[in-house]
Each structure stands twice: as structure tokens, then as C-alpha cells.
């Protein structure tokens, strides 16, 4: 999995600079926010099916290698056949082996994180086969050499514009309208032929059921379902955590998932699929069972919440500081408020050390979070791993004596006067100045409270 | 740093008939530390602030992001337990919820823009509590600001660590604020105000920043 090529800060500076994304941005997730406000608050039982939501993700997790190894019995059973990746080579191995079997040369894939997590695209290429991204959005990104930004609405980044011309350089030369119809159509011709004549398709998976190993798959477009039936095999990769226990499980989830991602009551398509079925579907069906950093994070007792994870993009539309970043800040392909948990738990803190400083603790991502992942309380817990790591010397120092100063009245109150000389100050020396870049400090009290008193 | 909202919350607490008492030996509640990824640093100053106020009927703080911290994080991300935890409140959370009282007697006639900050809103819960005692004060104007409930970008160390975006929230914050004509803006929590008011200031904006305690205090 990529690692962030540098700092948030460092990344976040570039993206604010564009005033065109930030239009952009705030215009779709604001839609967004207020189509998911709507949905929900229609729905008297939401808080009882967030809880119900939490506490099957929490079974799964407390069960996991259980529940593995029924939904792996129940493939195999249907006439699946079930491949365990301990790592992205892995698991792209598995692909490209099942494609070069077929002797296909491309491949049709329907949006999955999951396969941009582990690059599946480029281990493809290497392999001389060329995989063809089949989702409105995904489609656009790959035809530019760009990548997503956001969970659901990968070119949240692009407006119609850019795509209009985008296309006339590469599948409908000649366009002229950005409508989106019209965009929509030339997208739809291209593709089509390439649905007809793929030998192999690629999914990911919103959800695994390890009762009956049935693999559901919600969508917008019907290219998903496209790439599940059409072609005579098929691949599906999933992370061990998307499992559910049973069946039933998804009348919550499929209630939860489509409100909070897309503020729909439903999803357009949703696919359910239990091995194969002669005559109807694939003809072979490989399920490919990703671990990835997943056992690692489920490790650490307080960060495996970010396992309940089904991928919604809530906390995105809601996030002031995705709001004004954008995905690409977080140089990861899990972007947001959920990225900036789960990423550094995935790849190793070190690696990403700081994504957990990308917040300021607002706490609205909880608040709409459909499984109810406590986001702010994860990202204190990664702040302390990450200082362990990578926090400079000085930084160190800085907090070591203001808790000393904190701990005895008489020091604290001399601090508190040393306080009040610098906000006289119209800059702050060292790394306080990074305040007085955007905003005056207000002068100071003749008298602190505590003199007040005293 | 902020004496005018300790001293208002005294001011309107004794004007309801109580006593306050202020344990000198109080310091810092430790959410510095805990919010910037030194929990240890933060645990010796809980156990320091059990130590101080463990024997109160009611410890009252004029700001939410404290009281959180205290009430919610300790036990949350400390792991602490007491029993002084639960008695901890936000001071118009302590009016209206505790004392049932929901008009103080103020006058302060101004229009005044209400911030609900993060905290006050999503961890400590105040709820209408602030509002519904704004609304009682004689004279005064309240005015709606667009998209109230966003952070203004403050967030603690955030505010330094990752200087650009606070100030890119910050902005759309002054620039909402601005936008009602407000002569005050005011707010639960000293922090958020000390950024929004640094923010005003700069952008040469007639509204300033003034604590709740304060508006109670007016009379």
C-alpha cells in the first residue's frame, strides 16, 4: 500500500492553494451532507441501527478467524474457490495467475478501494495485462493518470468541464457538450463493447456473509453488476474484515451503508451473489481473502475500531478539514477522517506519522459514523504512538515542561505571567509564529484570574 | 490568560445565591497534553486535578472543552474513575440543567452571534442550554450564523501543526460571522474565542469576541 509521499501539512498547503477544487469540493459534499441529514433523520430507529451495526462488527473482529473459516467452507462449498493473501503481492498474484490461465490480457473491474489499496492495476501492467476501470469516476481517473480523492466520489476533485475535455482527448474525440447525459453516453459506448468481450472481471466487496458466503456488492452504476455477470470469471477480492455473520445482518447494513454514503434509502444496484450458478453468471467464481495489516491493526485494542469500517465516506462530507484539503493531502487511498486512522494502523505509523494531527478534534465525524467508530478517541491513541516514533526532540521537551509547569500553583502562576507577556506580542517567536500568521492576539489582562482571587 | 470569564462566572453564580470557592492549587486540567499525544503528561495532571477538587458538591468551569475532557476523556482515554468526574459541569449546562435556571438577569443590549464550538456541542453535550439563557437576556439580539455548527479551526495544537487549514476554516468562520452583523460573537470556550477574535481582528472586523460568562455578568 502507497505510504504518503510527505507531510499532511506540507500536502494540505498545496491543495488549499487550488481554489478550483475547493469550489468543487465544497459544492459535492455539501450536497452530500445534506442529502445524508435527510435520509437519516427519517428513520426513527437510526441510533438503534448504528448500535446494531457496531455490535456486529465488534462479533466479527472477537471471532474473526471462526467466521473465516465458515464463510471459506461455504464458498468452497458452492463451488468457489477461496485464495488467503497474507499481502498486496499476494493477492495480485492470485489475479494475475487466474487471468493468464484464461489467456485474457485485460480485465474489466468494477470501483474497489480494496484493489487500489494493493495496486492491483499496476502489479496487472507488469504482468502484461491491462485492467479497465469500468465506474463513471474511476474511468475518468484512469483515462488521466490521476487517482481518487474520495471514497465514493473518486473525481469529486473534477468538474464536468475538465472532463468534457478530457474525453475529447481520449475515448469520444469530438465532444463538444458538458452535459452530463451527454458525458454519461460517450462513457457508456465505450464501455460497453469492453463488458461483451472481457474474459475475467475484477470486484471488490462491501460485504462478505460467513454463514452462507454470500458476497453482496451495492452500487450506483450497474457497471458492478456488469462486471459480476458478464464475464465467464470472475474475481473478488475482500478484506477479512468485511465479513458478517449471518444473512439477516444485511437487512442492517443495507440500511445503514446507502443512507450514510450516498444519502439514498437505497442504492440503485445491489448484487448478491453464493458461488456459481450453472448457466446463470460466472462460470468460476475466485474469492480472495486480504489481510494486508488488517491482523496487525486488529492487534491494538483501541485502533481495531477502524476495522468496522464499511466505507460510507460519511466522515469525509462531514470533515472541515477534507472539506478543504481534498483526498490527495492525505496521500493515501483512504483519505479523511477514516484515513487518518486506519492508513497509519495499515502501513505502520512510522510511515504516516502525521495523518493523526489532521483534525481538530470536531468530532463530527463520529457523530455520523453509521458503526460508530469513535474517530477522535482512535486519533489521541495514534498522536501518542506517532510522538513515541517521530516526535522531534524539542516538541518533546516543550510538553515534558509545560507539565511540569502545570503540576506545582506557584509555577503554574509563574507561567501564566510569562504568558501574558506574549500576548503583547503582535508575532509569536519559534513555532508559536505559525498563530500570529493568520490571526492578532488579543493584549494582555492587567491581572490573572488567580491574582484576582488570590 | 482569560480572567474576565472566571470572573463573570463568579459574579452570576453568587448573584443565584452560591458560594464559590476557588482551590488555589488548581492548575491545568492536562487536555494540552492528552489532545497533543502525551497521555502520561496528562494523567499525572488528572490524577493532580482529582487530587484538588475530589471532595466538591460541584466543580463549575466557564469552558466546555475542559469539562470534557475532565468528565468524558479521563474516564474514555485515562482510563481514570471517580465519583468528583461525573460532578463536573459547563457552566450553562450547571444553570440550566443542574439549578434550573434559564434567566440570570442579564442585560446586554447587542446583536450577539452564538459559536457552538465542537466540544461544547458534540463531547460535553450543553445542548440548548446556552441559548436558552442568550435568549433571556434583556436586550439582546441573537443572530443565526451560516453553518453554525463547523469547527472554526482552532482544535488546540492543530492551530499550529497544521497552520494553513486552521486558517482556511478560520476565514469561512469570519466570514460567517461577519456576515450577521453581529457586534459580538460569542462562544463556551476561551480558546476557540482567543482564535476567532485573532481571526476578526486581522481581517479588520467591527465584531468582537466575548465569553457567555461575561453576557451573563451584564447587567
Known sequence: MRSPAESFPAAARRELADVQLRTNLRRATDTIRDKRERVVSELDDWQALRDAGSAAKVDVLANLEEYLLQFEAAVTASGGHVHWARDAAEACAVVAEVAQRHGADSVVKMKSLTTD???????????????????????????????????????????????????????????????????????????????????????????????????????????????????????????????????????????????????????????????????????????????????RVLADEVGRQALHCIRCSACLNVCPVYSRTGGHAYGSVYPGPIGAILTPQLIGIEKAPTLPFASSLCGACYEVCPVKIDIPTVLLHLRARANEVKAGRLEQLAFRGAGWFMRGRRRFAAAERLARIGLRLRRLPGPLAAWTSSRDLPGAPEKSFRETVE | MFPAAGKATVTVLERLGHGVDFPKEQTCCGQMHLNSGYPDDARRLAERFVDVFGEYDAVVSPSSSCVGTVRELYRGALGLEHPVLGKVFELSQFLVDELGVDDVGAAFPHRVAYHPTCHSLRLTRVGEAPLRLLRNVEGLELVDVPRAEECCGFGGTFSSKNADVSSAMLADKCAAIEETGADYCTALDGSCLLHIGGGLSRRGASARPIHLAEILASR
Open chain 1, 117 to 295: 489499496e494493493i495496486e492491483l492495476n499496476d502489479a496487472l501492467a507488469r504482468e502484461g495485462i491491462d485492467a479497465l476501470e469500468t465506474d463513471f469516476a474511476e474511468l475518468i481517473l484512469q483515462l488521466d493518470g490521476d487517482w481518487p480523492s474520495h471514497i465514493l466520489v473518486p473525481a469529486i476533485h473534477r468538474n464536468r468541464t475538465e472532463i468534457r475535455d478530457l474525453f475529447a482527448r481520449t475515448i469520444a474525440p469530438g465532444i463538444v457538450s458538458d452535459e452530463p447525459r451527454d458525458l454519461a453516453e460517450a462513457a457508456r459506448r465505450y464501455l460497453r463493447e469492453r463488458f461483451l468481450s472481457a474474459q475475467v472481471g475484477v470486484s471488490g466487496a462491501n460485504f462478505g456473509v460467513a454463514e452462507t458466503g454470500t458476497i453482496c456488492i451495492v452500487e450506483s452504476e450497474g457497471n458492478g453488476r456488469m462486471c459480476t455477470t458478464l464475464p465467464p470469471v470472475l474475481v473478488t477480492i475482500l478484506g477479512i474484515e468485511k465479513l458478517l455473520p449471518t444473512f439477516a445482518d444485511l437487512e442492517v447494513f443495507l440500511q445503514l451503508l446507502p443512507r450514510s454514503s450516498t444519502g439514498e434509502r437505497m442504492n440503485p444496484y445491489t448484487s448478491l451473489w453464493t458461488g456459481v450458478t450453472p448457466g446463470d453468471g460466472p462460470e468460476e467464481l475466485h474469492v480472495v481473502l486480504l489481510d494486508n495489516g488488517r491482523t
